[in-house]
């Protein structure tokens, strides 16, 4: 053999290697996905690696870190615009009581198919009602967990022992009924020559969170069906009407605003540092505002009173993953979904956020989650350490984990309608109305139960039409 044709034979060995590595490389498919902050340390990042690293055909890219879409209008239209024009993220978050008016609208694929063909995630793994979130007219849409691991989104009543000591209340009795909590609250109410120095209750949202508690703790629907709205039920209105007997009596919306919007960030957040003694608040915060910035709090967390201070009820709610309409890599962004919300993904979050926690010094808060497994393998991993390092804080786990037997008995979740976004909204929109006494609680249930239903109606017509 000649040099010359050995020399050509080495260029063409190479040049097919060459070839051959590049179609690897090109035949990597990159996933896009929105709601995963892997910018930072911490279980989003870990979750990222380990996915790639796994399945070395997919590449996992994390575009929008923050929660992409759910309650805020920016993020929303963020997402919608993106789905019009043809170019959405393979898979985002989606806060679970929107996925059906999503899905209603045409802007979500279903994976109902794909979950049938896999047999996985499976029903019985995870609690029923954040499964049932995820379906539209019988399909599934979605996924639970989402941006936020998929813990319960359960909001319930916390308090700070020693303000209650300091205004003369037993510290381990919080208040059971609605004549309790005003009590308590005026109690625990301080202010000189006009100006708030403490608050009794501190509202969250001071719109549909409290709303949504209220309403239904005193036997209220927002929803009778998918098509008929019912917010401005007699049971409903009465809830505000105590709402806004419950903020008058702590100086009302405009001094009460005033003094909140003194405090800056989460570490001025002013139930933490003692100047507001009771609030409405999810279970996250035990982990991401009490954990991280005040581990060492004096509280307690139990039902949020209700009407007769007998008969308790808790609300949740919660994130998930959807497929928008369009995605240009729905196998793999399905992948990617069952290894998220699979026990090895989940832990792999947990003790990447855990991982973190520690460099910085904290304990790991495992929050409850609505994967059963999962749950279960974090609740045992970490749990321990906050019992011996923070037992308020574990009392807390306690309490979400097992909140059937603290006296709750029934948990509600948002209406899964086509007009879930809009619902959201007008209960906002009404609260202030009626908090600012711009419009009395009856007048401003009216107006909202008028726009949800008109929305609920353009739907329906223009879907019966399309059925016949």
Same mark, same amino acid.
Request: net charge negative; hydrophobic share 40%.
């Given at each position: ?170 510290? !381990? ?9 005003? !009590? ?67 100086g009302g919306m405009e001094n009460i605003g005033t003094f909140l919007s003194s405090f800056q960030g989460v570490e001025q ?200």
């Open positions: 053999m000649s040099t010359r044709t050995k020399w050509s034979l080495i260029l063409l060995v190479g040049m097919l290697m060459m070839a051959l590595t590049f179609s690897s490389v090109s035949a990597k498919t990159k996933v896009i996905i929105w709601g995963i902050n892997d910018t930072v340390p911490g279980g989003h990042r870990e979750q990222v690696q380990t996915f790639n690293k796994l399945h070395p055909d997919i590449e996992l890219v994390s575009e929008v870190q923050t929660a992409a879409a759910g309650q805020t209008p920016e993020s929303m239209q963020k997402l919608m615009t993106a789905i019009a024009a043809g170019n959405p993220p393979d898979i985002t978050t989606l806060d679970r009581f929107v996925v059906g008016s999503w899905a209603a609208r045409g802007a979500l694929t279903s994976i109902d198919a794909l979950i049938k063909r896999d047999g996985v995630p499976k029903k019985e793994d995870w609690v029923d009602a954040t499964w049932e979130e995820c379906k539209w007219d019988g399909e599934m849409f979605a996924l639970p967990p989402g941006h936020d691991i998929g813990h319960l989104g359960l909001w319930s009543l916390y308090w700070n022992k020693d303000l209650f000591a300091e205004a003369g209340l037993d510290p !381990e009795v919080p208040p059971k009924s609605w004549d309790d909590l005003l !009590e308590y609250a005026s109690k625990l109410f301080i202010e000189d020559e006009g100006e708030i120095e403490q608050l009794g209750f501190r509202y969250i949202w001071a719109g549909a969170v409290e709303l949504y508690q209220f309403g239904w703790s005193n036997g209220g629907r927002f929803m009778e069906s998918p098509r008929k709205a019912t917010v401005n039920d007699p049971k409903n209105v009465e809830a505000l009407e105590f709402m806004v007997e419950l903020y008058d009596e702590l957040d002013p139930f933490l540092t003692g100047l507001a003694a009771m609030e409405i608040h999810g279970d996250w915060t035990i982990r991401f505002d009490i954990g991280r910035y005040k581990p060492d709090l004096n509280f307690g967390v139990r039902p949020t009173p209700s009407p007769d201070g007998e008969h308790f009820t808790a609300w949740g709610g919660g994130w998930s993953w959807v497929i928008p309409k369009g995605a240009k890599n729905v196998e793999e962004a399905w992948t990617v979904m069952k290894w998220l919300t699979s026990v090895e993904g989940l832990l792999v979050r947990a003790r990447g956020d855990a991982a973190y926690d520690h460099s910085e010094g904290r304990v790991h808060i495992p929050l409850p989650i609505a994967n059963v497994p999962a749950n279960k393998a974090i609740q045992a991993e970490f749990y321990p350490a906050v019992r011996e390092n923070c037992p308020c804080i574990a009392d807390a786990i306690d309490y979400f984990s097992n909140i059937y037997d603290y006296g709750v008995e029934k948990i509600f979740w948002r209406p899964v309608c086509t007009v879930a976004d809009v619902l959201w909204a007008e209960m906002d929109r009404a609260c202030q109305a009626a908090l600012f006494h711009q419009l009395t609680p009856q007048q401003a249930m009216d107006e909202a139960n008028t726009n949800v239903q008109k929305g609920a109606d353009e739907y329906w017509k223009r879907k019966d039409q399309e059925s016949k």
